[in-house]
């Protein structure tokens, strides 16, 4: 057989080991566990995160109300008293969710004034707005205020 013919045979040879390989690798690969988020943005990072909320304020947390399950999730729910609003249009009062994909959530401390990046449950009146950061929750400083000020500048990303 010359080199003429040795090439394409060699080509398509490749071509089948490694669609085959590809295939048993795609039918071996483990589901995504029960519980875990697929998310398209790091929800550790405020500028990740912030994209994705339509809100994001300072807020004093009034008191802890319960922890509960939402759409599947455990949440912590807070009455907040929003205070600085970087992007959106809450006001006064408000519920807020908070819950990480893994692990058990931190308890927010009574009277702690705290960064929140939020959208809606689908039934806000019942359940207020669900918190989608999940880096560390510490009571906000000049900053951390001026990461999420910047982040809250971002545009929103395409839903």
């Known amino acids: 057989m010359g080199k003429s013919k040795l090439v394409p045979a060699a080509v398509a040879a490749a071509t089948g080991v490694l669609a085959v390989a590809g295939w048993l690798g795609f039918r071996w690969m483990e589901e995504p566990l029960a519980g875990h988020v697929v998310r398209g943005y790091d929800a550790t990072v405020p500028a990740s995160t912030a994209p994705h909320t339509l809100n994001v304020f300072t807020g004093r947390v009034r008191a802890f109300e319960e922890r509960r399950e939402i759409e599947g999730w455990t949440q912590d729910v807070y009455r907040v008293d929003v205070a600085t609003v970087l992007r959106g249009s809450v006001h006064g009062t ?49 900053d951390q205020l001026s990461v999420w000020r910047s982040a809250a500048a971002l545009p929103l990303a395409a839903r």
Request: avoid cysteine; charge should be negative; glycine fraction near 12%.
């Open 94 to 142: 408000v519920r807020v969710t908070y819950g990480l994909d893994a692990g058990v959530t931190p308890r927010l401390k009574d009277g702690g004034t705290y960064v929140f990046a939020t959208n809606a449950w689908a039934d806000p009146a019942k359940d207020g707005h669900a918190h989608l950061f999940e880096g560390a929750m510490r009571p906000v400083d000049d």
